[in-house]
C-alpha cells in the first residue's frame, strides 16, 4: 500500500504524506513543505517511519511540491546560465514562494488537520530547493517559521551580498543547514564556492547573541553534489527544526551511529566538534571552524586537521593561509582572534587558519611532537632531560614536511580560493625548529616562516650546519622569503642568545632573506604565546 498519495490541485502535482496515526486519531500536526516533488522524503520514509515509532521524531505531516521550471521557479532573479547553450535562470522565485504560502499552503490547511501556525509549518528543499526555501524565510516569515536547507546553492549571483546586506534572520525563524566538504571542490566556475558560501551564512547568522540557538549547520565529512547526502539529512533537518526544545532526537540517534568521525578523512560537524553528546548540556565551541583526520600517505601517521574558514569573500588573488603547528594547543586561540580581528570595515584580511594537531586532548602532544619536527638525534648528540627520562624517537621533519608539502597543501587549495604566494608556518619551540628546517630545506614551500622560541639548541645547533648546506643553493624568489623569530625575554638566557645569534647570521644574507628578531618584554617561553596572536595575523595578513 502507498503511503503517501499524489495530488493534482492548484495547477500543481503535490505529493502528500500522512504520518501513522493520522487516520486513528483526531491531532493536528505540523507540516513541512518539501521542495522537487518531496523526493528528498520519499528516498528516506522507511527511516521516519522508524522514527516516529521509536519516539525519537515527532509525527508530521508531509507535501512534496512538484516544478517543472526548477531553474526559474527556485532562483531569487535572473542570472545567466553557467553552461553555454543553456537557458538563463528565470529568477521567479517570489511568485513561487507567494503561491506555496496563499494557495499551497490554504489548500492542505482547509482539508487535512495541520498546525497552521509559522512555528509549525516548515519549507525544505536541497540544492536549489534549499535556495528558495532560504527565500522563503527571508521574504514570508509570516508563513514559513521552519527552513530546511540541504545543501542549498548559496553561490547563486548576488546571494551571499544579500546576506550580508541582510545580516539578521527574521525573528522567530528556524533554520537546519547540511553541506558537504566536497560540494564545488570539482567546480572551475562560481559554485566551487558551494561550500564556503553556506559556511559564511552560518557565521552571519550566528553571529549574533543568541542566534546560534535557533541555527544548525551539518558538514558531511565525504558529502558530495549528491541526492544520497542530501536525503540523508531529511531526517536531522525535520527533527531539528520542529522539535520544541530544538534537541533533535533524529540528530542525536544518528549522531550515536555516527560517532567514529575520528578516522581518516572525516570531519566533524558543526555541532559536534566540541566532542561530547549534545544531552550533556551546553558546551563551548568555535563557530566558523570544521576539524577532521588525515593520514599521512607515506607514515601512516594521522594529524587532525583544524580550519578556521574566513568570515568574509576571498581578496584579490585569494586568501591568505597559516598554517599552524602544535594545534592542539593553539588552534582555538588564533581561531577565535581571526574571527574578530577580521570583521568589516576596518578588520584585517580574512585569512584561512589551518591548525595541525594530534588526535589528543592534551594541549602538547609530547612523543609526536618530538618525532615530527625534529632531525634524527643520537642520545650524545642531544643533551640530559630535565627529567632524566630517555629523549623520545626523533628524526620525522622530513616525512612531515612531505605531508604538508604534498598532501595538506593541496587539500586545503581544493577546498578554498587561496593565494599561493601568501601562505605562512608559524611553530613554537621544538615546531620553531621545524619551521627554521623548512626553510632552510624547502623554501619554495611558504612565503613567511614564523619561528616562536625556537629550539636552535637541537642536535648540536645542527641549524648552522643545515643553513650553510643549502645556501649556495638558495636562488632569489621573485617575492622574497621572510622569516620573523619571536622570543620572550624572560626564556632562559640560553634560548634569547641562540635566536639573536641566528638572527645575526641570517641578516648578512639579506638578498636572499628577509628576516626580524623580536624580543618580547616580560614574556617566557609558554607565556610568549598569547602575545604573538595579533602580530601574527598582521604578519599573514599583510
Known sequence: ??????????DRELTLYLPPSYHHSDRCYPVAYVQDGGDSFMDCLNYLEHLFKDGRLGELILVGIATEKRNDEYTPWPAKSLLEGRPPFGGRGREYVDEVADRIKPYIDGRYRTLPEPEHTGIVGASFGGLISMFAGYWRPDT??????????????????????????PPGLRVYMSVGQYEGAYKQGIQQ????????????????EGADSRVRLHMD???????????????????WLFDE???????????AMEQDARTEGQAVTAEGIRGIPETAGPAYRIS???TWNMQSESTGRVYRISVAEPMGPPPEGG??????????????????????????????????????????????????????????AAAHELPVRPNGMPWPETGGAEDFLDFIELQLIPRIASRYPVNPEKQSVFGH??????????????PHIFRRYIAASPSVWWKQHVLYKTWEVSKPFLQPFDLQRELSIFVGTEEKPAMVQDARDLYAKLREHRHLLHAELHEIEGEGHVSVLPSLVSPLLRLISS
Open 193 to 208: 564556492f558551494m561550500t564556503p558560501s553556506n559556511l559564511e551564512a552560518y557565521r552571519i547568522w550566528t553571529g549574533e
Open 245 to 255: 526544545d530544538g534537541s533533535g532526537a533524529a540528530v542525536e540517534a544518528r549522531a
Open 319 to 376: 586568501y591568505p593561509v597559516l598554517y599552524s603547528l602544535d594545534a592542539n594547543a593553539s588552534f582555538g586561540t588564533l581561531a577565535e582572534a581571526v574571527r574578530l580581528q577580521s570583521r568589516t570595515p576596518r578588520g584585517i584580511t580574512p585569512s584561512i587558519i589551518v591548525g595541525i594537531g594530534y588526535d589528543s586532548d592534551s594541549p602538547i602532544v609530547t612523543d609526536e611532537r618530538f618525532y615530527d619536527y625534529t632531525v634524527p
Open 429 to 442: 619551540s621544538l615546531g620553531g625548529f621545524f619551521v627554521l628546517y623548512a626553510l632552510f630545506t624547502r
Open 144 to 169: 514559513f517559521g521552519r527552513i530546511g536547507m540541504l545543501s542549498a546553492s548559496l553561490w547563486y549571483e548576488g546571494v551571499m551580498e544579500f546576506i550580508r546586506g541582510h545580516e539578521k534572520l
Open 1 to 10: 500500500m502507498n503511503r503517501y498519495q499524489k495530488l493534482s490541485a492548484l
Open 288 to 290: 566558523g571552524t570544521v
Open 221 to 239: 565529512p565525504d558529502g558530495t553534489h549528491d541526492p544520497i547526502f542530501m536525503s540523508r539529512r531529511f531526517p536531522d533537518a525535520v527533527s
